[in-house]
T-cell receptor, first 115, second 108 residues
Framework: DTGVSQDPRHKITKRGQNVTFRCDPI?????LYWYRQTLGQGPEFLTY????????KSRLLSDRFSAERPKGSFSTLEIQRTEQGDSAMYLC?????????????FGEGSWLTVV | KNEVEQSPQNLTAQEGEFITINCSYS?????LHWLQQHPGGGIVSLFM???GKKKHGRLIATINIQEKHSSLHITASHPRDSAVYIC??????????FGEGTQLTVNP
């Protein structure tokens, strides 16, 4: 499978615990994105990497959230001291480093439930 | 007011009907994406438009840059088309701003 893969697909955690999600983009894609989606809503932008550089962060990304892409390949999204409001699906996407208008490929998402 | 708005929010059709989903946006865009999301979360890119019209099978997407409006049409709809269809505006820096989606149900 050469698509965008995310792990784990589902995570249930207790409030206050830390969780980490991993995204493996399509191998030749330089751009990697994280989005968050709650039930009944469209995804919301969290952050964007160009290779290993984190170029843009949403104000939704509080100081409890951190994302890395250390070698410009896979990325991790960590949520510290989880809160119930963090319950959502966390989507990763990747795209080639083309001029604007390139197709974006999404992973299946990582569902987080904070209890 | 959201930067990307879709209508209708929910749409139920009978198999074979022609379907239109509309998207209006208020931001400057480099491209407009139409996406399909099935239960369980996976999102598939259907179209990426910066002008004019694109067709793929029974799906047609159009965009009017001056009016900041795009439409997704499905001809001869089928129950397997049932999904959430999402319009997303690509702004500078590759960020996507999503609409809230249109839940389409096609009944046999």
């Amino acid at each position: 499978d050469t698509g965008v893969s995310q792990d784990p697909r589902h995570k249930i955690t207790k409030r206050g615990q830390n969780v980490t999600f991993r995204c493996d983009p399509i191998s030749e894609h330089n751009r990697l994105y994280w989005y968050r989606q709650t039930l009944g809503q469209g995804p919301e932008f969290l952050t964007y990497f160009q290779n290993e550089a984190q170029l843009e962060k949403s104000r939704l990304l509080s100081d409890r959230f951190s994302a890395e892409r250390p070698k410009g390949s896979f990325s991790t999204l960590e949520i510290q001291r989880t809160e119930q409001g963090d319950s959502a699906m966390y989507l990763c996407a990747s795209s080639p480093d083309w001029p604007s208008g390139n197709t974006i490929y999404f992973g299946e998402g990582s569902w987080l439930t904070v209890v | 007011k959201n930067e990307v708005e879709q209508s209708p929010q929910n749409l139920t059709a009978q198999e074979g009907e022609f379907i239109t989903i509309n998207c209006s946006y208020s931001v400057g865009i480099s491209a407009l994406h139409w996406l399909q999301q099935h239960p369980g979360g996976g999102i598939v890119s259907l179209f990426m438009l910066s002008s004019g019209k694109k067709k793929h099978g029974r799906l047609i997407a159009t965009i009017n840059i001056q009016e900041k409006h795009s439409s997704l049409h499905i001809t001869a709809s089928h129950p397997r088309d049932s999904a959430v269809y999402i319009c997303a505006a690509q702004t500078s820096g590759s960020r996507l701003t999503f609409g809230e989606g249109t839940q389409l149900t096609v009944n046999p």
